[in-house]
Each structure stands twice: as C-alpha cells, then as structure tokens.
C-alpha cells in the first residue's frame, strides 16, 4: 500500500513561504515514529536519490543555501544514473555560497 500525506494549506504557505525548519523537524520525528510502529518504511528512502534531491529543494526555496548543497551531493552519490548525477553535481556547484 502506498500512502501520500498531505498539510493543510495556511496564508503563508498559500504565499509560497517555506515551512519553519520546526516543521521539518516535527516530520522527521513523525517518520521515525511510523517506522518503529513498522507502518513506514523510510529506511528504503535513505538510500534513494530522489529524497536528499527533493530536501534540497525544499531547503533552496527556504534561502538556505548552505545546506543545499551538502543536499544534491548526498543525492549524487546515491544515484547510479551518470546524466542524473551531473544534474545533482550542478545544481550542488550552483549553490556554493560565496558570502
């Protein structure tokens, strides 16, 4: 069975403001949760690229760029798809922080 959890939408978030990092960390306490109830299993989406790639994602919409890029590098190296670790390796080079 798959299951796709959905937030209720607030002012803010209809702005296109990004969640508090609060929020992220509330959900990943929410997932630890449903893995030891054995009703997720996201240690399978550990190891997959998409996960790092859309957190970093996420965290660039956020402003921050200096964990953005530890992001698409983790991403990297967990694909095994040559074009699409290019991708992941410039999106990473194009958030290098310079201030």
Do not use: I, Q, W, Y
């Amino acid at each position: 069975m798959r299951v796709m959890v959905f937030g209720k939408a607030t002012e803010d978030s209809e702005k296109g403001a990004p969640p508090a990092p609060e929020a992220f960390a509330a959900m990943d306490r929410f997932t630890e949760e449903l893995v030891k109830a054995g009703v997720f299993v996201a240690a399978a989406l550990r190891d997959c690229a998409p996960l790092p790639a859309a957190r970093g994602d996420f965290l660039f919409r956020a402003g921050r760029l200096a964990e953005v890029r530890s992001e698409f590098k983790a991403a990297a190296t967990l694909t095994s798809n040559a074009r699409e670790r290019a991708f992941l390796l410039a999106r990473a080079d194009a958030c290098d922080c310079k201030h």
